[in-house]
């Protein structure tokens, strides 16, 4: 099978479904030339008019689908990095989320905003954050963060397929990451997790990037014969708590990985399920991993020991296994 | 302008319907009948449907948190609004949206909204629409003086103005922004003139005037079918009532300047010239409004005999439900 | 003492500070005439060009606050509904909230935030929300949520002496509560949570209105023979979870009551953190009481149904409780 | 207008260090000496400088992402950047910001800005500050042709026009936001004609010309100082290089519209122009060059002999401590 790379997957994804269905559009700033980060390579030429170089007017940009999906059409958008949703978040949160409840159910909003999260390169504190638990927290959103090329291609079709609004979050970190993505289209359905490695000790549910490092941690810990298994949600929102919980009900411990700030972040949600799911399964408290309380520092030095990683995953894990002979 | 006799007694009709709704929400709510936020378009029936009058149920419009002409100018059925205001399940939004959310997309009302400045991007998505189908519909933004400040406002502006579409953004300059005079909130008089800045036309025209706003919606509306791009269309107007409800903080505006505005009352002025031009009688006139005045009751009626939206619900409506496995594939 | 309401609170302790330091002015839509909620009320009068009508323009006025407290002002700036706020994050968490740190710490900037939130009166999906953790998430804010006249007014005093970016949500459901307060201006320091009820079978951390829907539920539960323990951390963030913890290690049991939905809300962090620092002592899964998972409908039918309260506290309670004989 | 020979040859000292100072940043990432996003002014020069000699410490003036030029216009010293850009705690803002946030509040700078538009609403306040304290002090608030599309711009207009606090805004226009063209991001050619949506003045200078631009700079900033209210200044200009970085994604612009550009140099169009009117020598030129060009490699030399941040100050500066106990009571 072809090995492909996340920034891959995004506009093959996007070209496939974009050929099956006229009402699709992308829309988003510089996508003729690629985006910014390649998520519409080569659409242009492919798709002319359907692929749109808008002005830099996010909430436009947001209200724009709005209005395109209300009529009938199925838009495409991009909101270059996460960090700009503070200037469209009303469009997002109170239009596109709430217009069908609203409407009384009349309105339908098949709509992805497709954006790229997360610290790692010296971008600084307003090009590096993972605002995902902000929309989690809003019904009428749906969230998918995938940790792989192969889901990324799968949710991506799905999210588009989806009748409702779709926060399609890509992960900057990821997107060199490669694996063996199939050529032909296919679904992976959201809300529904996936364990990426099987395991007895502790349970580890990591997003995004973070999937890579519990993926670290783990190895790292097998050769103390500490057994992790990774949960990866993939759909954020909605959030498939039964796999989590069957795998801690399994384990008995678990850790929660986020890249985000930790305070008030989604795996503070992830965490407060688990323990009223799995209450009486648990031997330790639910362990949180995240960043620190402040913003993302540009300098390499400390964004490094501003992102939490492996290092942290396995420190995370050893609090909480027990005491051996 | 040449204004079929027929379509100037519809325009009266639906203006006499505007006005005869909200009054007797007013009324509703003095006498706490109802619920929430409400926003009288009392005094503004001109500017609805002289712009109104020229579109199908296939165009679209973006309205406000003051959306009940809007709604009632592109077809809305009172039963069903008073139910909605009355928070019942035959309601528009099966009394999930109230008054700031009414809506019914099947009449290409893409709703009230309680945001304010929210309507241009969103009726900028559909104008975008008709023109990716080129099918020849249009949307048409109404939003207040007040709105013209958002920048959301400018953001859509320039991109219907770079894209070409066809979109219609009407100003209803009623000279406040709840209670702050337009002079306080921002330094010129035209809106208008904030056409050029998104290579526009900008076009100011009497909101009171039903016939003007006619005239000037019909141009802007044909040159956004025939895909010559947007325009903007400020018409001056005033609400008879306070910002929300009937009277809600007492605040008072000028008494010399509400009388000089219900001087030139839209349902007065628009009559009177459809009787110099033969266009209707006193007795049609009467008619109108006693038939209108029972149209609302029965509505009333129908709202309060309906069920009262079930908790049962609640949840429904929050997503469309997937579609059946593999459908798309 | 003379009673007032949380209505009359605000614009006392605006006033109090105002005469006090010249720095200080108050920006927002409509305060000449009190503002929607009567904030302001009183104040263009005494403090004529300190009180600032705007235009309907929240970037600007959330940024204005940023620019002039970066000159050196002290700004307290109003967005009427919390709702709002999705037309002016960016500023808010972008820039007010990082421009310290960004900076290097070479910024200071005192600035207030206020904010009304929660559902209640019919006012739908888009003026109802409570959103507070949207803020608590991101470093560099400050939260308060009050929940009666006595805290509003020296939690504010507070609020506008301290030299951070403080998000300042009155609760509309409050508004109305009366209570003592003194005429002088007082501080209650920001960052301490007080336990409003003392109690020895659950305790019960409630926030906003919600610490009001806990004393009910104490009061019913208290003919039943349970003991609740009411903890209102006043302030989000900086949040005090040493009150929280020592209250839980006496009660061993605890339900989180927040107005706002549940999922990823305010109530999941405490959740966490409680099973995270307290894990030991704890008998029972810490319970949620939130709003469920849809907008804010407008039907006063439905909204009673959406809105948290005193019987979901009680219920929330009665599964934790252990059973009696 | 008559301009002192000393303020012409500082001007031109001032434009060499901006230039000199973006080269070497281009090197230093080509070299992978530097992390993170840098925009470099190069070709912008005669802006910045051009209306910062208007400015003392205690006017104000908002940034870009496109910020290096601004700073050192203001007064910035390379050795603070540079430590900055390479992440020491020597730099502005102790290896927090980097390119994108780099500050010095003593100098009135308030940073550039990693998100588009956002420096018009605190610009806004900056001269709100400066109309509240009626201190005589200006805000400029540089921003480009693309932020001219983010509705913060027009909020902070509008806002600026009717309170007519002491604000100039500068629209950079480069002609590319990225790497779309004005043309299609807006569908007008002279932004300064958005001016009249705001009651301001409106004039478009050739950025290229650091005599033009100092001169309009200089009527706004004068007429702001009088209480008399903004202007938005448009100056048309060219940046050298790619959008971020030196040759990013390798996406070239026509060369024929770069050469004609490059062309009207500003580092050899207004050297020119100084010798012709004997404000400067070659010699002197001579000097300039070789003395910032000795000063740039100090400046590189001190940042890179500074330590590196350290991560036991992560989380500090998050949060000013309270002051003690009781001083505000
Ligand atoms: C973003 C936002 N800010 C503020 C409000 C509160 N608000 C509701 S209506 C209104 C005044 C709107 O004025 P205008 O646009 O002139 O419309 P009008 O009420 O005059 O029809 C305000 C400030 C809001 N709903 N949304
Ligand atoms: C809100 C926001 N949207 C998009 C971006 C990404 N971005 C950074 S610079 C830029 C182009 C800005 O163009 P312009 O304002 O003309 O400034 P120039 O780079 O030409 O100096 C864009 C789109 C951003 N940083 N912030
Ligand atoms: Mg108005
Ligand atoms: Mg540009």
Not at chain 1, 52 to 67: K, N, Q, Y
Not at chain 1, 288 to 312: I, K, N, T
Not at chain 2, 84 to 107: N, P, Q, T, V, W
Request: some cysteine; charged content about 25%; overall charge negative.
């Amino acid at each position: 099978m072809p090995v492909k790379t996340v920034t891959q997957a995004v506009p093959e994804a996007l070209s496939q479904e974009m050929s099956r269905d006229p009402n699709i559009f992308f829309a988003g700033e510089d996508l003729s030339v690629g985006g910014a980060f390649g998520t519409s390579q080569g659409l242009k030429k492919d798709f002319g008019d359907r692929v749109i170089d808008t002005p830099i007017s996010e909430s436009a940009i947001a209200g724009l689908a709005v209005g395109a999906a209300a009529a009938g059409l199925r838009p495409v958008v991009e909101i270059m990095f996460m960090d700009f949703v503070g200037v469209c978040m009303d469009e997002i949160v109170n239009q596109m989320a709430k217009m069908k409840y609203m409407f009384g159910g009349k309105a339908t909003l098949p709509i992805v905003v497709t954006t790229a999260a997360g610290a790692g390169f010296s971008m600084a504190a307003q090009h590096s954050q993972s605002l995902e638990a902000w929309f989690c927290h809003i019904p009428g959103l749906k969230v998918v963060m995938p940790s792989n090329a192969y889901d990324t291609k799968g949710l991506l079709i799905s999210a588009i397929r989806d009748d409702n609004p779709v926060i399609f979050i890509v992960i900057k970190r990821n997107l060199r990451l490669r694996e063996e993505v199939p050529d032909e289209p296919y679904a992976i359905p959201l809300g529904v997790a996936e364990v990426k490695r099987e395991g007895s000790d502790v349970t580890v549910v990591a997003t995004g990037h973070m999937v890579t490092q519990a993926q670290r941690a783990a190895d790292q810990l097998a050769e103390r014969g500490v057994s992790l298994e990774v949960v990866d949600p993939r759909t954020l929102s909605p959030l498939d708590m039964d796999t989590i919980v069957a795998s801690v009900q399994k384990t008995s411990r678990a850790v929660v990985a986020q890249e985000g700030v930790q305070f008030c972040g989604f795996g503070a949600e992830i965490a407060a399920a688990i323990q009223e799911q799995a209450f009486d399964y648990l031997d330790a408290p639910v362990k949180r991993v995240g960043a620190p309380f402040s913003p993302v520092p540009f300098s390499p030095s400390l964004e490094e020991a501003w992102l939490p990683a492996a290092d942290d995953i396995v420190a995370a894990v050893d609090e909480i296994l027990p005491a051996r002979a | 302008m040449d204004i079929a006799h027929d379509t100037l007694r519809q325009m009266y009709e639906r203006m006499v319907l505007l006005r005869e709704f909200d009054e007797r929400c007013g009324r509703l709510m003095q006498e706490n009948r109802t619920k929430g936020a409400v926003h009288l378009y009392c005094g503004e029936e001109a500017v609805a449907v002289g712009v109104c009058t020229h579109l199908s149920n296939d165009d679209y419009i973006t309205s406000t948190h003051r959306g009940h002409g809007h709604l009632l100018a592109k077809g809305g059925d009172p039963k069903f609004m008073y139910a909605e205001l009355f928070g019942r399940s035959s309601g528009y939004c099966k009394g999930k949206g109230g008054s700031m959310h009414i809506a019914d997309l099947d009449l290409g009302m893409l709703g009230a909204n309680g945001i304010v400045g929210a309507g241009p991007p969103i009726a900028l998505g559909a104008a975008f629409a008709c023109h990716y189908r080129q099918d020849g519909n249009v949307a048409v933004c109404f939003f207040g003086d007040g709105a013209s400040n958002e920048g959301t406002f400018h953001e859509a502006a320039n991109m219907a103005g770079l894209f070409r579409v066809p979109l219609v953004l009407v100003c209803e300059n009623n000279l406040y922004g709840e209670w702050t005079k337009q002079a306080d909130h921002q330094p010129i008089d035209d809106i208008a003139d904030r056409a050029a800045s998104y290579d526009m036309p900008g076009v100011t025209v009497d909101g009171m005037d039903a016939f003007a706003v006619y005239e000037a919606a019909g141009e802007a509306i044909a040159r956004a079918r025939r895909g010559e791009g947007p325009t903007l269309l400020e018409c001056k107007t005033y609400r008879y009532y306070d910002h929300v409800g009937v009277d809600f903080g007492k605040i008072v505006r000028d008494p010399d300047e509400v009388a000089a505005w219900k001087a030139r009352d839209p349902l007065e002025q628009f009559p009177r010239r459809l009787m110099e031009m033969g266009a209707i009688t006193q007795t049609e006139v009467d008619r109108i409004t006693s038939e209108t005045r029972a149209r609302i009751e029965a509505a009333v009626d129908f709202a309060e005999a309906s069920p009262v939206a079930d908790p049962a619900f609640l949840l429904d409506d929050v997503y469309t439900p997937a579609a059946a496995e593999g459908a798309h594939v």
